[in-house]
């Protein structure tokens, strides 16, 4: 075997964000910790994330509004918690490997609301989320400003992201 590997091969590692988990982010945009080395000023979209390890809290209250032609019209209230890293610890980014000292630091949080189309076979939700915490976030400790409330941010790097995603879910009712 090769002892030079340092993270777990790309089939087996863990990616965070889209309409399934962290909705606040884009599909595989979120990790890896508080690093933003794959963030690029010079692409138009930044490179997926993918880490060792994943650490995930949701809570989710759903609630039926009306009832048409036998589909159940609902929405949600959620919050998501979490993030990925790596578990080798690479001197060259020490910010991407996890560390319980930096867990409060590195966690993301996002909160929304969402609509539902319960076809009793299958469920169609449409999803907004918006950033509460985002740990690239450089200002306030990552966490979101009240008073200099903003649905973009500016990065370290200079690169401007949504502080906020729509997320279109298929799936199953349960």
């Known amino acids: 075997g090769n002892k030079e590997i340092s993270t777990l091969p790309f089939f087996k590692q863990f990616a ?33 994330r993918y880490g060792d390890m994943v650490l995930e809290f949701n809570a989710e209250y759903r609630f039926t509004m009306a009832t048409i032609a036998g589909v159940k019209i609902g929405s949600a209230l959620y919050s998501d918690i979490g993030n990925i890293w790596n578990l080798k610890k690479d001197p060259l980014d020490t910010k991407a490997s996890f560390s319980l000292s930096n867990l409060a630091t590195d966690l993301a949080i996002g909160v929304g609301t969402g609509l539902r189309l319960d076809f009793n076979y299958f469920l169609i939700r449409l999803d907004f989320a918006y950033k509460v915490k985002d740990p690239m976030r450089t200002e306030n400790g990552g ?18 992201v949504s502080n906020y995603a729509l997320q279109l879910g298929i799936g199953l009712p349960f």
């Open 16 to 48: 965070v964000g889209g309409p399934y988990s962290m909705r606040a982010w884009g599909l595989r945009q979120l990790g890896l910790g508080s690093s933003n080395t794959y963030d690029s000023i010079l692409t138009s979209t930044f490179r997926d």
């Open 143 to 160: 966490w979101m400003s009240i008073k200099n409330f903003n649905w973009t941010d500016i990065r370290s790097n200079g690169r401007e």
